[in-house]
Structures are given as C-alpha cells and as structure tokens.
C-alpha cells in the first residue's frame, strides 16, 4: 500500500540495525525479492554490536569458521580468516567485507537512530520517526538490533562525581583508554571482563578487579589457522553449513551423547583434560547430559574449579575465583586467553563485592563498604539489557497505540521469537524466544532472515497485506520456552542475563528458546509449510 501522508517517504521494508542480521536480511529482500528497502543504523557503519564493543580483547568465542555466513559460496571463497578465535578488528573487517561484496550501503543510512515507530491501522503500514527529524512509512518494520547491543551500565551513586576517566565496555571509545601505568578498576567478571581482565593488567600501573559472581572459563587455546585449516573451510563449506544447521548450539561441533556417569572417572576426567587442553566452547560438549543432570554436571564444575585453584596461586584469591553459584554453562560459557594467570601478576587485585558491596563512587574511585579504593580509570564490564533492551529503546507501538513496552511488561512474548501479537507485519531477527544467544548466531541469522523472506514472498504471491502473530499461539510459545528451559539446569543461574537478572525491574523470564537450533528449524519449517499455523493473515 502506498503512503499519502505529505512529508513521508514509504518504502516496502524498513530494517533496522545493520550487523549481521541487518545485512542479510536487506540483501535478500532488495536482491531476492526486488524491494525497496532501507536499512537505519545508530553508528557510524556496519558491524553491530562489533562496531561497538572495541573493548582491549574483545574477540568471538565462536571459532572463526563458524562466525561467517555460508549463503553464498562466493563470499566464502572471498574472506579468510587469520584466528581460530579472531579478535573485533578483524571481525569489523568481515563486516565492512560482507557489504561492499553485496553493495549494500547505497542503502543504508548511518549516524540515524530510529526515535519511534507506530503501526498506522487504516492504511497497513508502519510509520517511523528518525534522529533526524524525518518520518517513512513501510509495509514491513524488521528489527535487526541484535541480542547484545544495549549496554547496561550499573546506577551507582556518584559516579557523576568521578574525576577520572570511565567507559562501558560496549560504547568504546574509538581513541581507545590510555591504561600505562594508571590505577584501573574492572567491575564485573563476565565474558566481556573475562577478556579485557589479562590485556589491560598488562597495560596498568595496578588493576583492581571487582567481582560480585565469580564465573567458569575455559582456555581458548587461541593460534593462527594454518593454510591446510584454511583450504579445509573452503573446500568443504557445504559441509560445515550442514553440522552448523543439524547441531544444538549451531557450531562445527556435535556433543557426545554419552552420560558423564556412565564412564569410570579416570576416563571422565581424561575427556576433561583433553578437551581442556584442545580448549574452546567444546569443552562443554564433552558430554551429553551435562546441561540437563546436576550430578553429571557437577564432575564437569568441579574439574574447572580444580583447575582455577591449579592456576591461581594465592589461595585466598583462588578461593574466590572458583566461588562459583551456578552450574556450569548455566550461563554462556566464556573462553579466555590467561585469565586466571593474570591473578599471579603483582599488579592485580581482587575485591569480593559479593561479602562488600559498591556503595557509591567517589571522586576519587569506588567505595565499598569495606574499604575505598582510589583509581584513575573504572571499566564497566557489566554486560547488557539483553534481547529486549534494543527493542524496547526505540519506542515501538502496534494496533491501538500498544506500546511495546506495555506488550512486554511481564515479559517478552512472541510466536517463534519471529513476530509479536498486535504487531502486525513486524518481524525480530533473533529475538526473544528465538535460540539467539544460546547459539552461534550466523547460522540463525541466516534461518530467520531465509524464513523472514519467504514469508513476505508467500505474501506477495497470495494477495495477503498482513501478518500477525496469534495471541494463543504466542502464549503456547512461550510455554514451550519456558518447558525448554526448565528441562535443563539454565534457569538455576539465578544472577543471569538469560534470565533479564543483572538489570534492576526487569521481569524475571527465561528469554531465549532452549530447545536447541535444529529443533526449531524444524519448527519454524513445519509452521511455514503448513501455510503458516499460529499466524493470522490477511488480504
């Protein structure tokens, strides 16, 4: 439908943020379908969250070969990766490789975020307000805004009062911070702090780590590809697409169907050893039941936590490191290079806030309740408002001027984590109840924006101008998520972001769909082929 409304340029599609998801997805409608379609993106490029998080030793804990996309074997033979692990820079350079291969920035617009965006009822379309003070309409508004973009950054008394330099993490600053020979404090032990911990000790006078949940990790044994390695990713680039697509977890890797307690535990304990030596997100597919059996999982944790006091000399440190209130892989496993090795160095601290809470923060530096610590420089690695925050930031409204925010204050609900009742012709790239973070993302992404596709194309062939999510089968949906999660030990890490835990009021509800990717491919697949059940369409 076309938009009569002065002062508003209409466009079939509207997308939304322009990572990965962003990029595939204006790719395939522009190209597969011929729409006119524009891609709003906040910075100042492509990338993402990776345009963001520029963090000292921000790098993927998804090997190199499985954090590309696999849709086009020309792109594949066009890109080589150097790192098994690789790190944002390079990362950033895949990004701004993806769109320049396809062309894709005549159509997109940066420096632009979208302000609001409003489903207009009478004419079937969706109106939406820029930064910049101008308005489109569109028949489609895709949400491309990935599950890790929208820095929580902790409301700590008097951090106004700092005299010194802070920064969050996932908000960088391009120049970069100056740590040599400055008095830094990290808060949080996270994945994020986990990787930025051993490159900015490196760099300090002294670093003082402030860690309220102490976590597992995992050596990634990071080292350059090989040339044969490299051969390999090209040669059989049909082949690792095919494991990514029928795996759990959607990497290169298939996890061992065996019981942890079906073997003896001299043989348990050399798989762990092997996989701890091989290092990486593999070691937690040592065994099959290791997510879903407290016991089985308890051989794995303890094995990590005998590691970390191996590691660690001072045991009083070792003792808090390996603190741990979770099962492991509870929360997304991190990987790390030297981690708890950085404990060692005579420059590094440890300050258990768990025992002595941040009071405030001073001119000076933080305060606990124990002791004042004074420093030049803090670092928030304090993570996200996960898979919800970036969607609810933009102010989106469905039928009847339902905010989102309203949909969604008991929790996120959607149909497939595809679509939202009373959004209609809104679809999310893994969203919530979509596998998203409990996965390798490229090969999701490359699912929904396929499924995405192929839907607006059924619709144009059959003469439907709408697409809504039903409001029963969106509550079935999220009973299945939460059955999903609830067959597993994930909801017993009380303090994850899985569960929206690390930001003060959010609603306490198991976001993502822990059913595993290969499953909901399936599922996604069924409900298409039977002419999309669960979904209400309309001419």
Not at 244 to 258: L, Q, V
Not at 259 to 278: C, I
Not at 492 to 501: D, E, N, V
Request: aromatic share 10%.
């Amino acid at each position: 439908m076309k938009d009569t409304q002065p002062n508003t340029r209409h466009l079939d599609a509207i997308i939304v943020g322009a990572g990965l998801s962003g990029m595939y997805q204006l790719l395939s409608l522009r190209d597969k379908l011929g729409m006119n379609v524009k891609v709003f993106e906040a910075a100042a490029g492509v990338g993402g969250t990776w345009h963001h998080n520029r963090y000292p030793g921000a790098r993927c804990d998804s090997e190199s070969h499985s954090y590309m996309f696999y849709f086009s074997k020309e792109l594949v033979q066009s890109w080589e990766w150097t790192e098994r692990y690789p790190q944002q820079p390079e990362i950033q350079r895949y990004m701004d490789h993806v769109a320049d291969f396809f062309n894709l920035r005549p159509d997109m617009v940066f420096n632009t975020r979208v302000n609001a965006a409003d489903y207009d009822e009478a004419s079937k379309l969706w109106r939406v307000h820029t930064s910049d003070g101008q308005s489109w309409s569109a028949t489609y508004l895709i949400t491309a805004v990935g599950c890790l973009s929208s820095a929580n950054v902790p409301a700590i008394e008097g951090l106004d009062s700092f005299q010194g330099q802070w920064a969050h993490t996932s908000a960088w600053p391009a120049e970069g911070i100056d740590f040599k020979g400055k008095r830094v404090g990290v808060v949080g032990t996270g994945s994020t702090g986990i990787q930025a911990i051993p490159v900015i000790a490196a760099q300090a006078g002294h670093l003082t780590v402030f860690q309220r949940t102490a976590n597992y990790s995992i050596p990634a044994r990071n080292a350059p590809l090989t040339e044969e390695f490299k051969h390999y990713v090209k040669e059989n680039a049909e082949d690792i697409r095919q494991l990514m697509n029928e795996t759990t977890n959607a990497h290169c890797f298939r996890i061992d169907p065996r019981s942890a307690l079906e073997v003896s535990e001299q043989e348990r304990n050399a798989v762990y050893e092997a996989a701890w030596a091989k290092g990486g997100l593999q070691f937690r597919a040592t065994f099959g039941d290791l997510l879903k059996d407290k016991t089985a999982n308890d051989t794995a944790a303890e094995f990590i936590k005998t590691k970390i006091r191996q590691v660690v000399k001072d045991p009083q440190t070792a003792a808090l490191l390996s603190d741990i209130d979770h099962p492991f892989a509870a929360k997304r496993p991190p990987i790390d290079s030297h981690y708890f090795e950085t404990f060692n160095r005579d420059n590094v601290s440890l300050v258990d806030i768990r025992s002595h809470p941040i009071e405030r923060i001073t001119a000076a530096g933080i305060q606990t309740t124990q002791a004042q610590y004074d420093l030049d420089v803090i670092v928030f690695a304090t993570g996200f408002d996960a898979m919800t925050g970036s969607l609810l930031r933009m102010n989106i409204s469905g039928r009847q001027g339902l905010p989102l925010k309203d949909a969604w204050a008991a929790g996120p609900r959607t149909y497939l984590g595809l679509q939202i009742p009373q959004f209609p012709n809104m679809f999310t790239i893994t969203g919530p109840g979509s596998p998203s973070v409990l996965c390798n993302l490229p090969p999701q992404i490359e699912q929904h924006v396929n499924w995405i596709t192929a839907c607006i194309a059924y619709m144009r062939d059959n003469g439907i101008s709408q697409i809504e999510a039903d409001e029963q089968a969106s509550d079935d949906w999220v009973q299945q998520v939460n059955e999903a999660a609830n067959a597993t030990l994930l909801p017993q890490a009380h303090h994850s972001w899985y569960l929206g835990a690390n930001v003060p009021g959010k609603p306490r509800v198991f976001m993502p769909y822990a059913g595993g990717f290969a499953r909901y491919r399936g599922i996604c697949d069924e409900v298409a082929a039977s002419q999309y059940r669960g979904f209400h369409l309309h001419r």
